[in-house]
């Protein structure tokens, strides 16, 4: 009998301890039974390199447990087995059968658009258009080091230590300060540290909408709203977005007839179609969640990236009835690897909002609230700021020329004056996924519009974001999607020709 | 008519877009009516500290929207007003009517377990022996600021930006060694990151449990499983913990005739009242879990923590049908500021639980994950646990000591081998919670018992905690704590001499 122990001399698990619980594995697996003889001390401790009196100590444990039993003169035997008794079959033990759990689990498959976004990232090598994210070769690390160090320097060991579940209160003073400098009036207390504006959507989703109870959202949107907002159980209320925003007209109609608990809208830079509401839009989407009481959730994740066109009023800025949720974070204008973000709310909200944040995870990690409150102190936010809006201007402009000089006439797209991608609507005949999966093979990854939409998917709409790449690969990228896409539609054509009218049905 | 502008030089919003931004407020607060003429760019910009050109793009910016007009040869006038319109009156503001919140927010009322526990937190001078927290003072900063540096300079950008839902790789596979060295068979991919075991109960509980069904919990426990597994809407079955954990007898029963989903537990050193489940109550838990395909949640959050007695294996380790869900933490055992602990399951249902992950908040934050994964590799956190764990079994000691020298004769305690906290249960005619009151006048806070009870709260139990406090501190803490107890029950048995059968009633 050859027992086979691995030690592992550098865990926090004590090295007689990890004996004890593989002995008693050994025991329950069978390749040790009642009976077996077990090494004398030093013949146990040599090869495994560790003390006599390891095994000793071991050797009681499992002794104290009744698995083993020393009999004096003879040895040390196994004297129990571990395993289960079931049912009446003492002896033999019955082969373990699998939990059903498909029949235990609450359905979840609806809720995966996340999972369709997030999975494209993981082309290595590619040129990546896929994501909504800042480019890592722009994040000062160096500055971001010294920010980390420094919290940790002054702070000390309390930023490891339990912390206030509405989040890091320097973190909370600064944003409530920067939010009025922004012409929204803020106070400390009325800001809630989140996990990124995701968290922000989950926790507002429990806290007004009950099961069978309605959310209006833009159609197309964010896909992390879908998720909490369009699951197996919810209901939502689609509003088509144009080229100022949300349909107003269509949602008046939905908050008179159908009576939404909350209302989802990104005014600035809307992910994925790349507009902005106008002020006069802004203005009466107020006036309509004030006549029909509903509060508004004013997603907020790309102002800061603004690149031209008039800086706009928030609606929280135009809000004199306080019935804007705003939401905001730092994943898009810094680091979104630290998964900080905020809700800023009346203070009753917040209150309300603070009981289920506890519930969901107590608080957002400190060190990560605190290394941000010191890179927006010293400086360190506004410079990164100036130096990415500079980068991703560039390659949204680098984007547009090649769109103009690769792609075919019939294609359009959006003209966004900031945020992170521009949406392309291609010819009626073609599918994004379908040309995604010859793109992928060509080095090239983004986004089918299809992830985007709560209802009505429009396959021939694309998203390519333009901060992840730097302009030459964006170039490169844009013009081996041309080629793709012009041969694709040739085919579409030669193939329909006489048909279209019955063919453009078909795929619409 | 004087304009206050307060600018902030060093705020990533721009200073001309701060002027708009409180011009545009000002005017929209009445402060600037139509007509009023604004200052010259210079007699605006002096007083301010910026250049001409700033007050120019503001006032630009402020024309665009139709705010401000210029007049050649007279100035620049307050032109437009930006309040939102009312239905018929135009001219006259409509005064701000608070939205009704009370009426639009779900009721969150009886969701309050874990704010009661964490208030008590508050008193600054105080003695506490209410929070089952590890000590501050015993964080080794220097080692952990060191790995927090390493794990930049290592992995560089990569931990600032995106990651992956399901964790940091290399904690993963460090955690489901780790866990395999102590007798549990767990793969990296089986297991899941999560911001603490406060948030693996939430997504365990939104994977397994529809509205209307029950989950079966120790009653008294962690008020955090409290206030997710018996909030408003939610159904629990609640089973009295003795010496050895759980009653199985009540258990079986409720499994029988009430179908529990889940079945919650902490196997070892149980909070509150310390104790742990023997191997045989173990083995027959599971036993019974399998006989009724019953996931159990085991919470081993004070595993570690083990000061004497056997280290019995966990009921994941004893274990053959898959079926425990198995959670832990970095929490007690090094810094619950960090947010990081882990669900390990069967690959299936982390595959779920992942799903709710993503939806939930995307990732756990990677730079404390990854701290954490070098703060394990180098050894650090052995060599914390070392400390804390002969610092807390003194501390233990002490209270022990203390309680039997100044506490009544008629109160007893717990005797846990592990864990942070003693279970008091004083006379039946005391109330923890009266003591308390007068406990924290005195400089000294603990957790009243009532606190984690999901039903029937037994007003005469209390919880103290032996980890945040130093030796002396505790034995003061305790003779204070005596002192009352014994005067409150003088008065009491006083009051209440030819009465006591009646009064016990009452207050029982």
Not at 256 to 261: A, G, N, Q, Y
Not at 317 to 332: I, M, R
Not at 340 to 362: F, M, Q
Not at 417 to 427: A, E, H, R, S
Request: charged share 20%.
């Amino acid at each position: 009998m050859t027992i086979t122990i691995d030690l592992d001399h550098k865990s926090h698990v004590p090295l007689y301890l990890q004996i004890v619980y593989q002995v008693r594995t050994l025991i329950a697996r069978g390749a040790l039974s009642v009976g077996d003889r077990l090494p004398a001390h030093r013949e146990f401790a040599a090869p495994l390199g560790v003390n006599r009196s390891t095994i000793m100590t071991a050797y009681e444990e499992l002794a104290a447990e009744g698995l083993i039993r020393s009999r004096i003169g003879s040895g040390t035997f196994i004297n129990g087995v571990p395993a289960p008794r079931h049912g009446n079959s003492e002896k033999e033990p019955v082969p373990p059968s699998p939990m059903p759990w498909s029949a235990l689990l609450t359905d979840q498959s609806h809720d995966d658009w996340l999972n369709g976004m997030l999975q494209a990232h993981q082309h290595t090598g590619s040129i990546a258009l896929a994501h909504a994210l800042p480019d890592t070769d722009l994040f000062p690390l160096d500055d971001f080091r010294r920010c980390v160090d420094s919290a940790l320097r002054k702070e000390g060991r309390t930023l490891l230590q339990l912390g206030s579940s509405e989040g890091y209160a320097p973190l909370q003073r600064s944003l409530a300060s920067q939010m009025t400098l922004s012409g929204m009036s803020v106070r400390p207390n009325e800001v809630l540290i989140t996990n990124g504006c995701q968290q922000a959507l989950e926790l507002i989703h429990q806290l007004f909408v009950r099961p069978g109870e309605a959310v209006a959202i833009e159609n197309p949107t964010y896909p992390g709203a879908l998720s909490v907002f369009c699951g197996k159980q919810a209901t939502y209320l689609s509003v088509p977005v144009g080229d100022t925003g949300m349909d107003l007209d269509v949602l008046e109609d939905l908050l008179l007839r159908r009576s939404p608990k909350l209302l989802y809208t990104i005014p600035n830079f809307h992910n994925p179609p790349g507009v902005s509401m106008d002020l006069a839009a802004r203005r009466r989407l107020i006036e309509l969640a004030v006549k029909y009481r509903v509060p508004i959730i004013e997603d907020d994740i790309y102002g800061e990236l603004r690149y031209g066109g008039p800086a706009l009023p928030s609606l929280k800025a135009l809000d004199q009835y306080g019935l804007v949720l705003y939401l905001n974070s730092f994943s898009k204008i810094a680091f979104p690897g630290l998964r900080v973000g905020w809700i800023a709310a009346p203070r009753i909200v917040i209150e309300h909002l603070t009981v289920l944040k506890r519930k969901s995870d107590l608080h957002t990690n400190l060190l990560a609230q605190a290394a941000l409150y010191e890179f927006t102190k010293r400086g360190f936010l506004t410079k990164h700021l100036k130096r990415v809006r500079k980068a991703y201007a560039e390659r949204r402009d680098t984007m547009f020329a090649a769109l103009e000089r690769y792609f075919p006439k019939e294609a359009t797209w959006s003209k966004p004056t900031g945020g992170m991608g521009i949406w392309v609507q291609l010819p009626h005949l073609l599918s994004a996924r379908q040309i995604l999966v010859q793109a992928a093979e060509q080095g090239v990854t983004f986004s089918p519009g299809e992830y985007f939409y709560a209802s009505l998917p429009q396959p021939h709409m694309m998203r390519l974001s333009f901060t992840t790449a730097g302009p030459e690969a964006i170039a490169e990228a844009v013009k081996r999607l041309g080629a793709m896409i012009k041969a694709q539609l040739v085919n579409v054509k030669k193939q329909r020709g006489p048909h279209r009218a019955e063919g453009h049905q078909a795929l619409v």
